[in-house]
T-cell receptor, first 117, second 112 residues
Framework: GAVVSQHPSWVICKSGTSVKIECRSL??????MFWYRQFPKQSLMLMAT?????????EQGVEKDKFLINHASLTLSTLTVTSAHPEDSSFYIC?????????????FGPGTRLTVL | ELKVEQNPLFLSMQEGKNYTIYCNYS?????LYWYRQDPGKSLESLFV?????AVKQEGRLMASLDTKARLSTLHITAAVHDLSATYFC????????????FGTGTRLQVTL
């Protein structure tokens, strides 16, 4: 149980285009989903927290107009990188928590590698 | 604000040796997690430590938590090559529900 999927697993796009990444909780309802970004050889940096049906909460320094997050249902959150540029190239990882008895443990997706040319 | 620091950042060790990775955090944390990350992959959950004095073991890895010292350790016993990976600890700032703050990571390389 507690499986989180991401799609696509990797994507290459041209500078200026937008890319959408999906994060799904497959066997539980995710009250909260998190989006992280990881640059090579660095730690994970939290970008935003999203709760179903409400606006995402962005961390300081993350542009909300550039990284659009939608949490339309209890099993799906999407991250759209708008007008992507090469500096947006990174590994994007989502996680989900059910808020259930397992002390709000986060379950991580497999990640999406974005390369912007 | 919770800050989490790990040391060392990089560790090269021979198979069969023991070593410890340290994770210090700056303020009260509800719980402490340890994760493993292989190159190009996402995170694999190893341990969650919930209270002072907690100790958990799985195979050659053992994690402990000292909340008074704000310190968690990940001890590796008789390392094998398969343990080569990057290890992260992460804390949860009290009152912030599930929001994780990750440490810098420790890249472990076990040589034959």
């Amino acid at each position: 149980g507690a499986v989180v999927s991401q799609h696509p697993s990797w994507v290459i796009c041209k500078s200026g285009t937008s890319v959408k990444i999906e994060c799904r909780s497959l066997d539980f309802q995710a009250t909260t989903m998190f989006w992280y970004r990881q640059f090579p050889k660095q730690s994970l940096m939290l970008m935003a927290t999203s709760n179903e049906g409400s606006k995402a909460t962005y961390e300081q320094g993350v542009e909300k107009d550039k990284f659009l997050i939608n949490h339309a249902s209890l099993t799906l959150s999407t991250l759209t990188v708008t007008s992507a540029h090469p500096e947006d190239s990174s590994f994007y990882i989502c996680s989900a928590t059910s808020g259930g008895p397992r002390y709000n443990e986060q379950f991580f997706g497999p990640g999406t590698r974005l390369t912007v040319l | 604000e919770l800050k989490v620091e790990q040391n060392p950042l990089f560790l090269s060790m021979q198979e069969g040796k023991n070593y410890t990775i340290y994770c210090n955090y700056s303020t009260t944390s509800d719980r402490l997690y340890w994760y493993r990350q292989d190159p190009g992959k996402s995170l694999e959950s190893l341990f969650v430590l919930l209270s002072n004095g907690a100790v958990k073991q799985e195979g050659r890895l053992m994690a402990s938590l000292d909340t008074k010292a704000r310190l968690s350790t990940l001890h590796i016993t008789a390392a094998v090559h398969d343990l080569s990976a990057t290890y992260f600890c992460a804390g949860v700032l009290t009152g912030t529900a599930s929001k994780l703050t990750f440490g810098t990571g420790t890249r472990l390389q076990v040589t034959l």
